[in-house]
């Protein structure tokens, strides 16, 4: 995992992982100021080392002197060795209101050098009339542009062509979205897709993926987009890839604060849904669909307050990202966690959580056990307290009542996370319940919801669970899809085990390991 500093304002926002020569380069913004986009490198995708910024603001009269946005990196199919960073930037001459796409180039990933632009700047003008009317003439200076730029090739930065998307501030909405650039390349054609917008339509419903060919080397051409559900305010970090022949679409929605996606067998064929085309559950963004040697990860940074997504955001580990037999896409745990197995936990026995009567212990017999409760609530749990861990088991209901897991629980409160498991509707939800901190009265109580999500219930039979707390990660997985992914830390150790309500749970194949504890830095990488 990796954050900015706990005490400053500063933190972590969208981000992009470049895999090259066995280390993972992550690039990343720095909210709230984007002043510059970070760079950080990981020989395991956990632990990350700062290295030098990459890339920071313009100077004054700069395309990209007031702040910098979503950004992709990837190598330049026409220099060898080459790469580019296509990224987003905004201008203090027109108040950050116009998005626009620029490029940068490097040879090692290390250092970077932006391209040559076409910009029409009042640097060293100090007359504030000459502001006053570029600031009050944007909208038509935009038109004209992409008019005497259409017939040719476009050039950066790129900006929004009004043939197709949104391009003039002469709109209830005042301001233009033309953002989050990702480059995809198939053969010897190249497209950027962009966050933006149709010009036609509901002003909320004209989110779309912008798409523009290369067409030729550092040009771009604009196309009709390349989806338009007329449906969302915006599709933002769009990403394209293919797997197995069947080309997919991810990007993030501000309505619900999730990451989705869409399908279809042929890139200019209309864009599919499945029933549940959800990838990661609320709280989770920006996802970035990145390569490495197995194949792809899903890289996104996780937000505690969906009110506020500017702070106090963490990267979480990577997910897997595969295909389904029937087309649909899977997202499992990052093998990475499970190379951190530092020895077994002891599993011997469970005790009752609430009660006295040791009588009542559970056996673990070749990693199985059985847990019952005829009336309310009861707890199992180990007599061992742990901290980070990985848990595996296979999970059957009896009856009509409830059943969950328990994890780091306090022993004396019983306080800590309760993930309720509802096998007969197909809902997981992880909640905070416990006692608040130096309250009294009415607001002792603390109970919040952290995420939950869904599943397509079919029996309440041999559930595959998988269950991970890593640091501040929790990371919930059933028939080896990720359902739960978050970042909580009020609690960081305790018991572990199950509970049930009016049901009986037997557990198979129970097997749990003991995980090293996630470090901000590894020190030992060298600064290149």
């Known amino acids: 995992m990796f954050s900015e500093s706990d005490w400053s304002r500063k933190s972590i926002g969208d981000v992009d992982v470049v895999f090259h020569e066995g280390l993972y380069h992550l690039f990343y913004l720095v909210l709230p100021n984007h002043d510059f986009i970070a760079h950080a490198i990981s020989e395991n ?3 990350w080392r700062r290295v030098d910024n990459a890339v920071f603001i313009g100077d004054p009269g700069s395309w990209d002197d007031l702040m910098l946005w979503t950004m992709h990196i990837t190598p330049d199919p026409h220099v060898p060795g080459g790469w580019r960073m296509f990224y987003t930037g905004l201008s203090r001459r027109d108040q950050g209101k116009v998005q626009r796409v620029g490029m ?6 290390y250092h970077w050098q932006k ?31 992409i008019k005497s730029t259409r017939d040719t090739e476009s050039s950066f ?26 480059y995809y390349r198939e053969g010897d054609r190249g497209w950027l897709a962009i966050s933006g917008r149709v010009n036609h339509g509901p002003m909320v419903r004209r989110g779309c993926v912008a798409l523009y060919e290369e067409s030729s080397p550092d040009h771009f051409s604009p196309l009709p987009p390349l989806h338009a559900p007329m449906l969302y305010d915006d599709i933002e970090v769009p990403n394209i890839f293919r797997i197995d022949g069947e080309y997919y679409l991810i990007g993030s929605l501000r309505e619900d604060a999730k990451i989705r996606y869409w399908h279809t067998t042929k890139i200019e064929e ?9 990838v990661l559950a609320k709280g989770n963004y920006a996802g970035r669909v990145c390569p490495d040697e197995q194949g792809f990860l899903l890289w996104n940074f996780f ?10 955001n963490l990267l979480l580990p990577p997910k897997r990202l595969m295909r389904r037999s029937n087309g649909q896409l899977q997202v499992t745990s990052f093998e990475g966690i499970e190379r951190r197995a530092i020895g077994p936990f002891k599993t011997k026995c469970l005790q009752p959580l609430k009660g006295d009567c040791r009588d009542d212990s559970c056996p673990v017999t070749d990693g199985s056990l059985r847990v019952a409760s005829e009336a309310g609530f009861q707890g199992f749990v180990f007599e061992d307290q742990v901290d980070c861990f990985s848990m595996r088991c296979r999970l059957s209901m009896t009856g009509i009542g409830k059943c969950g897991i328990l994890c780091r629980i306090d022993p004396e409160s019983h306080d800590g996370y309760y993930i309720s498991l509802d096998l007969l509707k197909g809902i997981a939800q992880i909640r905070v319940w416990g006692t608040a901190p130096g309250k009294s009265g009415e607001d002792m109580m603390m109970f919040r919801s952290l995420q939950e999500d869904f599943w397509r219930a ?11 707390a890593f640091g501040s990660y929790l990371e919930l997985s059933l028939q080896g899809s990720v359902l739960l992914s978050l970042a909580d830390s009020t609690f960081d150790h305790g018991l572990l085990g199950f509970y049930v309500e009016t049901a009986e749970l037997e557990i198979h194949n129970l097997d749990i390991q003991r995980l090293e504890p996630p470090t901000q830095s590894d020190e030992h990488l060298a600064n290149g």
């Open 45 to 47: 995708a956990i632990n």
């Open 303 to 312: 937000t505690q307050d969906l009110n506020d997504r500017t702070a106090n």
């Open 104 to 109: 940068a180039r490097s040879d090692d990933l």
């Open 458 to 468: 079919t029996n309440l039979e041999n559930l595959e669970i998988h269950l991970l």
């Open 115 to 145: 391209g040559p632009v076409h910009w029409s700047d009042t640097r060293g003008q100090t007359d504030p009339e000459i502001i006053q009317k570029a600031q009050a003439k944007l909208s038509s200076q935009i038109s004209d542009r």
């Open 157 to 182: 930065p790129l900006e929004a062509d009004a043939e197709f998307y949104e391009a003039s501030l002469d709109t209830v909405r005042d301001w233009v979205s033309f953002r989050d650039p990702f």
């Open 270 to 278: 209309p864009w599919k849904n499945y029933y549940d085309n959800v």
